[in-house]
């Protein structure tokens, strides 16, 4: 009965929040700069009555909501973070509405939204019902670098979560049990000695020279490393202009690996590649760590408890305008990857007749992820569940104009409710199902991290990259 009615607050209560999502599309922010998402989404929890602790872990658009008492804890992970380059009107042609500008092609607009969404419903719950609990929503900024939670992290907010839920806009309901790839962010930058470049080159020393030769090096070590290790790079300082010998010259690098401990060894290799750069060119170098996220370990129990959801979840459905619009999208699209997305939604039980699946499946990957993501740090320190709704047409991809244009429109705000939904009923149910998930949850987090505690992989001295 009491999950009915949780379902029914999100459906009377859906307007609210579809509000959210757009005004946050319409607005969209970049890393560490979101504070108009972060504002809207706490004018919203207050008025709910949740307690808001603002500037989590020193980042001013970082902030945590909590509404009910005692234990257990549950937390849900919302995000609020846009895109470099991917503004796009709700349009199945590439109409920018701001040119280069920012846009939600991941579908954060919509992650953070659900996330508050389904937080507020389940305080209704407590409140009505007087159950003991707590829920919290946690309000994360820039995980599109991967850090945003790695300092929330390391100032220790995740610690005493009981267990935490989260989802990710995608194009299919899908339970899936995967791994991501942990990473390192880092920047090397080098410093020289200029000189006229035509006139007293022996004169110069090149740091640009030693950005080249570093990267030589790295993609001589792609050879000589494990299996699923992925190293990236790119510069962003090449000098100024070619008649002076470059001074200073900097290079990006991210490094990714199966886990934390792959990739720590990667990054004390690279450095020496650096290193060696440098003395070949007689210049100096020294690196910063931007950001260092953990491979995000999936907790099948709580995947599952998501997934089960769905039966009173209610009906989900679009359109035949909706589909309509869905299929012009996806003339758009690659037909290669049209046709890979259907053949894997097909193994996971996904029936994909039209453009927009309605169905649920579940796939459990045996290789891993290949992507990495700043929610891997909470998953070494509590329980994380996540599951994906369908917001965008089959094929589509994140991080492009067509995510954006599906993740403004109705058939994203549809995903989004359910997402809702799914996860405060499962919420709903570790808090009333007398303990039974919870216990098994955590028995299977001790499991998968083996005894290992929690140690943040960005440096005490990294800072948040905050302007003003």
Known sequence: MSKRKLAQWVEDHGLVFEELARQIWERPEVAYEERFAAETQKSVLRAAGFRITEAVGGIPTAFIAEAGKGKPVIGIIGEFDALPGLSQQVSAVYLPAAADGPGHGCGHNLLGAAGVEAAIAVGVRLAEEGLSGRIRYYGCPAEEVLSGKTFMAREGVFGDLDAALTWHPGTANLALVGKTSALTSVEFRFAGKPSHAGAAPHLGRSALDAVELMNVGANYLREHVPEGSRIHYVITNGGSVPNIVPEKANVWYFLRGNDRALVDDLQERLIKVAKGAAMMTETEVDWAVKAGAY?????????????????????????????????????????????????????????????????????????????????????????????????APIGVQLHTWQATAAFGSSIGLKGMHYAAKLMGLAVYELLTDGGDTLSKAKAEFRTATGGRIYKPAIPPETRPPVRG
């Not at 035949?320 to 003339?331: I, M």
């Not at 045996?366 to 709704?389: C, F, K, N, Y």
């Open 295 to 391: 491979d995000f370990l999936p907790n099948e129990t709580l995947i599952d408890l998501l997934f089960r959801q769905k039966d009173d979840a209610g009906i989900f459905a679009f359109s035949d305008e909706e589909s309509a619009w869905a299929a012009s999208l996806a003339e758009s699209l690659d037909r290669e990857a049209l046709r890979q997305a259907a053949d894997f939604y097909e193994r996971a039980g996904i029936s994909a007749s039209g453009p927009l699946p309605v169905g649920f499946g579940r796939w459990k990957s045996s290789s891993g992820l290949g992507g990495s993501t700043d929610l891997g740090d909470v998953s070494w320190i509590a329980p994380v569940g996540t599951i994906s709704t369908t917001c």
